[in-house]
């Protein structure tokens, strides 16, 4: 079992960076393979991007796949999303989550998610 830390959102205007980081308070994040997802006002939950155990084959969302990236280091139990060129429409709650499975974009093979972190991106 594991449970999950995000931290990193704020306010940033468009065209901006942020990393998020999520780290694992209890238990081994290493473990498991990790995502980001995120979930705007009114719309579904929806992949950002995945990453798995050994660190390789990241995924990326389209919406996101040229200015984002998700790396970690299971040394410190963490993983990160760096995000640039943010854009008002990535304004969300971005999750962590981690799966047994593999990494991959399907929220429901997720065991386990952290409580978000907000990004808002101004205009």
């Known amino acids: 079992q594991v449970q999950l830390v995000e931290s990193g959102g704020g306010l940033v205007q468009a065209g901006g960076s942020l990393r998020l980081s999520c780290t694992a308070s209890r238990g081994t994040l290493s473990d498991y393979a990790a995502a980001w997802f995120r979930q705007a006002p009114g719309k579904a939950r929806e992949f950002v991007a995945s990453?798995?155990?050994?660190?390789?084959?990241?995924d990326y969302a389209d919406s996101v796949k040229g200015r984002s990236t998700i790396f970690r280091d299971n040394a410190a139990n963490a993983v990160f999303l760096q995000m640039h060129s943010l854009k008002p429409e990535g304004t969300a709650v971005y999750y962590c989550?981690?799966?047994?499975?593999?990494?991959?974009?399907?929220?429901?093979?997720?065991?386990?998610w952290g409580q978000g972190t907000q990004v808002t991106v101004s205009t």
């Open positions: 989550a981690a799966a047994m499975a593999g990494a991959l974009s399907c929220g429901t093979e997720y065991d386990y």
């Open positions: 990453i798995s155990r050994s660190g390789g084959s990241p």
